[in-house]
């Protein structure tokens, strides 16, 4: 079966700009979560979807926002890029809330000039 | 709110030696994971425990988690270069499904 699916895989932007991801998990998959991979700080939790509705939260400045759609696709938005946004966006899909192992795409890595 | 910290932050080895990484949580896990992150790859979902005292393995690989679901650790036998790359322990945020990853231990094997 089809895995996780990130689109893009690379960006550029620029500061001030801003920038949506997408995320398509595996099929039957309900939840959706999303993290910031940075060198510093590893993995940080950015938000958690599951049935359309954003389920958590983590400590992430409002301009970080994200959406789930009917079909469990999800998209993250980052506004007003800052040069510290530049990480790796993983996005794990897990079937229900009730974690079994999250299996992750292969992310998206932005970079922020 | 919840830690979870790993040591060591990186190993260095020669092939065939035992390599083990330690995971602690400040708070008591209902389950405990354990990925692997090849260089420029993303995580992949290695094992979930659950149960105080838990031992798995799995080939070379063995995970244990602590009688008070607060500690787990990965120990590996006689290292190969397919090891190479980041293992990360994971638990539930308290009160939440979602995952509190550890910093991760960077696993470097010489041939």
């Known amino acids: 079966k089809a895995g996780v699916t990130q689109t893009p895989r690379y960006l550029i932007k620029t500061r001030g700009q801003q920038v949506t991801l997408s995320c398509s998990p595996i099929?039957?998959?309900?939840?959706v979560s999303w993290y910031q991979q940075t060198p510093g700080q590893g993995l940080q939790f950015l938000f958690e979807y599951f049935s359309e509705t954003q389920r958590n939260k983590g400590n992430f400045p409002g301009r970080f926002s994200g959406r789930q759609f009917s079909n469990s696709r999800s998209e993250m938005n980052v506004s007003t890029l800052e040069l510290g946004d530049s990480a790796l966006y993983l996005c794990?899909?897990?079937?229900?809330?009730?974690?079994?192992?999250?299996?992750f795409g292969s992310g998206t890595r932005l970079t922020v000039v | 709110g919840q830690q979870v910290m790993q040591i060591p932050q990186y190993q260095h080895v020669q092939e065939g030696e035992d390599f083990t990484t330690y995971c602690n949580s400040s708070t008591t896990l209902s389950n405990i994971q354990w990925y692997k992150q090849r260089p420029g790859g993303h995580p992949v979902f290695l094992i979930q425990?659950?149960?105080?005292?838990e031992v798995k393995k799995q080939k070379r690989l063995t995970f244990q988690f602590g009688e008070a679901k607060k500690n787990s650790s990965l120990h590996i036998t006689a290292t190969q270069t397919t090891d190479v790359g980041t293992y990360f322990c994971a638990g539930p945020r308290s009160g939440y499904s979602t995952l509190t990853f550890g910093k991760g231990t960077m696993l470097l094997v010489s041939p």
């Open positions: 425990l659950v149960k105080s005292g």
């Open positions: 794990a899909s897990s079937l229900n809330r009730v974690n079994y192992g999250y299996t």
């Open positions: 099929s039957g998959h309900r939840s």
